[in-house]
Every structure is written in C-alpha cells, then in structure tokens.
C-alpha cells in the first residue's frame, strides 16, 4: 500500500490514488519533448490512513451545515499527528535532493480534480514557495482539508457528486522561479468551432494571479497551421513573486515592462507546437499550465478542456465543412407535431432578436453581435415540418458572452431520423 508515487512509479490506475493532477503529471512526466519540474504524491492511502489514525471517520459526514463541517474539518486536521510510515517516507524524500535545497509547490489532487468530466480548477488549496518539513507538513494537512470546504462540497453538489467517500491527494513538487507564466488551451475556449487555434495567456512572474483571477493577461492566438501569432496587449500593472519568507506576493511591474509583450512570437509558437503535442498524444484537447525561468519552457500541469463539443463535430470527412447538430429538446414542447412554415419564420425572427439584444445587454460589442448574425438567423432549423435547434449556432453565440465557464452546454438527447 503505497503512501508516495513519483515519475517513476506504475501508472496503471494511478488516477485513483493519486488524484487527477497527480496522474496527469505522470502523464506529462512520460514525454521527452516537456520538461516537468521533480515531484513526488502523497496519495489517498496515506489520507485514509490518516483519517483512521485518528478517528476522524464521523466528522466527515457531510449534510447541510457546509460551512461548519469546513471548519471543523480543518481544525481537526490541523491538530492531528501524520501516521508514522507517511513520517518516514516525507523525511527521506525531503533529506534529498532536489527537494532538500529547494522550494516547493504543495498542490491538493482530488481524485476527481482534472478528468475528462469535472476539472474542480482552482477550488482546492495551493501552497507555493514552501521549505522545511514543518511547513511542508502543515500545507499538506490544509491541502486534505480543502477537499471538504464548502466551495467544494457546493460544487460536488452541483456537479451530481456524492458527498461521501471523498479522498485527497497532494502532489509535492520542485518550484519553477518562473520570469513569465500562463495558460494555454490547444483549442480556443472562446471560440470553441475552431479546431486550428490554440490560445494563450501570458503573465510576467508566477501564474498564481492569473489562475487566481486576480490579473489581467496578455492573450496570443496561434494558428496550429501556419503558426501565425496575433496578440492582444494590455498594460501590466503587477506581477507575484516569491515572497521573501515563502509564499508569494504582489508586486509593480517595472514601468519599462508594463507595455510590452509578455511572450516573444517564437514564445508563443513553442507553446503552441508543445500543447498541440500534448492534445495529439492525450488524444483531448487541453488547458496547460506552463511557465519560464532562465529561458526554458517547464510543464506545470495538464487537464482535459471540459467545455467543447466532441471531437467528431470537427472531422470534415463525414460532416462536411460546416458542421451541424440539430436537437428539439425543450423546443419540441413549444412546437410538438407539424409546424407550419408560416409558423417557423415567426420562430426564427424571435429566437434572432431575442438573443441579438440577450447579448447586447450583456456587454457583447455590437461589432461582435453583428459578425454573428449569421448565426443568429440560424438559431433554428425546420426539417420535415419539425422545428429543432441549431446547437452549434448555439454554442457560438454562448460563448461570446463575457461569464464564466461552464462544463455544460445543454442537455441533448439523441433521436432516430
């Protein structure tokens, strides 16, 4: 019963005891052409150890109270003892190089936390710029407790998920002193009909307030074809750096930096090729994190993209240049049976103006909404007296307004023609 995974270890099932990140980093870990900084996982048997050691069995029975359940969680965890055997197998991977001279990165990896159906980014807790086993020691306790707040209880409800049986994994992992950082998708999240462009953000410093939502990003569109770049600058006011007692913290740009691109256009088409690799051999499309330090491109993490329609919708062999989905879920109850044409144009000229002013009013610019009508007179379909949904048209337009992401689009079912 393995406490520590590595690099090295069997990747058969890994998943399951080391969580999402853990088993994605294996992943990563496995190619030639990424360079992922040394890291170790302290998995869910040491957890369940853990939990049983000190009969904590009972206080993980989340019901209603979330917020009270949170913070007794993470009172008890903090002021238990780790089981000795996981003692052990800390002290003699933190004595030795490279974790023994160096800063770490302390991540929660649930296991359900980056898979193909749920990604929970950002909702479990991170330490970074962590030294010495008592620090190290505490942020891993925090880091099983985060599996319980009540952000992530919310979202398991949300999502379907049970509430009970829940596991952690924490990943331990040599820091990147990055110069520059980001994430990238190898498909555009804002456009997600184009199967050709992957997208980048690119911050100066750790990527810690990018992911954090607490800065704004330069933004790079690469053409996975010709590997034309086209940027989107902004002005950089700050940057987060490793603080001088561990952690990090929040700094100015330098005046002669705040205007200038983040990533050079070979940066960015390094990025581009690694990620577009990385889709090819994950076989999904994907939301990486990377950063640079000393001029070296480092993989920090990969997750499947959770929000784009299925692969097939872009094979032009059997659907043509443009592809189409059509559904009359939801719609099928407001025109049941023969629809006359009379009737569908009347549709059609409401669903267009409807949703042309939805986006307006939700901050979409009217030079956008008008590149979109075509898709907007297209909302619905009539075939064969019936009235059904132009998904994709759907999916185009939904994407343009500025809210947050989403791992749905809308509910389908499928139906015999």
């Not at 330069?218 to 950089?236: F, G, H, M, P, R």
Request: glycine share 6%.
């Amino acid at each position: 019963m393995a406490f520590v995974v590595d690099s090295s270890s069997e990747g058969a099932n890994l998943s399951s005891i080391a969580g999402g990140k853990a088993a994605n980093l294996w992943r990563l870990s496995q190619f030639v052409f990424c360079n992922v900084p040394p890291w170790f996982c302290v998995t869910t048997n040491a957890f369940d150890a853990f939990i049983e050691q000190s009969d904590l069995q009972s206080l993980l029975r989340v019901e209603n109270d979330l917020e009270g359940t949170a913070k007794a969680v993470e009172a008890a965890f903090d002021s238990s003892p780790l089981p000795k055997a996981l003692e052990s197998e800390l002290e003699a991977r933190l004595d030795c190089a490279p974790f023994a001279d160096r800063f770490v990165a302390v991540r929660s990896s649930g296991t359900d936390e980056d898979s193909a159906a749920h990604s929970f980014a950002g909702q479990f807790e991170t330490f970074l710029f962590q030294k010495g086993g008592e620090g190290i020691r505490a942020a891993l306790r925090k880091c099983w407790a985060s599996c319980f707040s009540a952000r992530v209880m919310q979202h398991r409800r949300d999502c379907g998920l049970p509430l009970s049986g829940v596991k952690m994994a924490v990943v331990v992992q040599v820091m990147v002193n990055s110069e520059y950082s980001g994430v990238a998708f190898s498909r555009h999240p804002l456009k997600p009909m184009s199967s050709n462009c992957s997208y980048i953000e690119a911050v100066y410093g750790l990527g810690e307030g990018l992911v954090g939502g607490e800065l704004s990003s330069d933004s790079y569109e690469v053409n996975c074809d010709t590997l034309k770049v086209a940027k989107t600058l902004i002005e950089k006011e700050h940057q987060f750096l490793q603080a001088k007692n561990g952690g990090v913290e929040k700094v100015p740009v330098a005046a002669d930096q705040k205007d200038k691109s983040v990533l050079t256009d070979e940066e960015a088409v390094e990025i581009c090729q690694l990620i577009t690799a990385l889709e090819r051999e994950l076989k999904r499309p994907q939301d990486f994190e990377y950063a640079f330090e000393g001029g070296t491109l480092y993989c920090l993490q990969t997750r499947p993209i959770v929000t784009l329609p299925p692969s097939c919708f872009f094979n032009l062999s059997s659907l043509g240049s443009l592809p189409i989905l059509w559904d009359n879920s939801n719609i099928v109850e407001s025109y049941s049976g023969v629809t006359t044409p009379l009737t569908f144009s009347f549709a059609s000229y409401a669903y267009a103006r409807v949703y042309t002013l939805s986006m307006l009013i939700a901050g979409v610019p009217a030079t956008v909404v008008e590149q979109y009508e075509p898709y907007l007179r297209n909302m619905l379909g009539y075939i064969r007296g019936n009235v059904y949904y132009n998904l994709l048209n759907w999916y185009r337009c939904l994407a343009c307004i500025p809210v947050g992401q989403t791992d749905k689009y809308m509910e389908t079912r499928s139906e015999e023609r």
